[in-house]
């Protein structure tokens, strides 16, 4: 079993949509997540992340944490074409490492 | 803020020689730097940890004698790939903390090198 686990999409959207993205996570102990956009030949930049059970909002993103059930997810809201890229949903290892899962590609259609 | 430079965005060289790649932290000390290693369509799998002053520590299945791992300064790392071979082309991507951000498992991203071995 994967230690961070994504559908790998591509999940497609119309624009002014809602873009829906889950992740579950291995380890229960886990105490910090975070959600990366990466475009197409570029590297990761962070946009969300998330330390307690509930709901994160910014700006078009939201984070919902539920640890219980071991899952992350990523909601976008008025998704935009420049939305389409690769999200990464990465939860905090041991140490200070971070284990990445591989990602869920997103497609936002005019 | 939160600043990572990474050079050179992309390099080709020849089967056997080494490549050195340096990741700068700009505007913030960076005790901590991680190196990732990125295939196409895969995810980031994290090569080896370092500390100012100390040495790398690798993941498991990565040789630290061919990825050579030098963070001598908090503003600079750099990843040398010896004696490259095709099966290294890959995208390689550094990211910084300081202990501010560590302290939150915040990692800020280079902008990735892109390796490709003839």
């Known amino acids: 079993q994967k230690e961070v686990e994504q559908n790998s999409g591509p999940l497609s959207v119309p624009e002014g949509a809602i873009a829906s993205l889950n992740c579950t996570y291995s380890d229960r102990g886990s105490q910090s997540f975070f959600w990366y956009r990466q475009y197409s030949g570029k590297s990761p930049e962070l946009i969300m992340s998330?330390?307690?059970?509930g709901d994160k909002e910014d700006g078009r993103f939201t984070a919902q944490l539920n640890k219980a059930s071991q899952y992350v997810s990523l909601l976008i809201r008025d998704s935009q074409p420049s939305d389409s890229a690769t999200y990464l949903c990465a939860v905090k290892a041991a140490g200070n490492k971070l284990t990445f899962g591989g990602g869920t590609r997103v497609l936002v259609k005019p | 803020g939160a600043v990572v430079s990474q050079h050179p965005s992309w390099v080709i060289c020849k089967s056997g020689t080494s490549v050195k790649i340096e990741c700068r932290s700009l505007?913030?000390?960076?005790?901590?730097m991680f190196w990732y290693r990125q295939f196409p369509k895969q995810s980031l799998m994290l090569m080896a940890t370092?500390?100012?002053?100390?040495?790398?520590?690798?993941e498991q299945g990565v040789e630290k004698d061919k990825f050579l791992i030098n963070h001598a300064s908090l503003t600079l790392s750099t990843l040398t790939v010896t004696s490259a071979h095709p099966e290294d082309s890959s995208f390689y991507i550094c990211?910084?903390?300081?202990?501010?951000?560590?302290?939150?498992?915040?990692?800020?991203f280079g902008a990735g090198t892109r390796l490709s071995v003839l």
């Open positions: 998330i330390y307690s059970n």
């Open positions: 370092s500390n100012e002053g100390s040495k790398a520590t690798y």
């Open positions: 990211s910084a903390s300081d202990l501010a951000f560590l302290a939150k498992n915040i990692q800020y």
């Open positions: 505007d913030f000390q960076a005790t901590t």
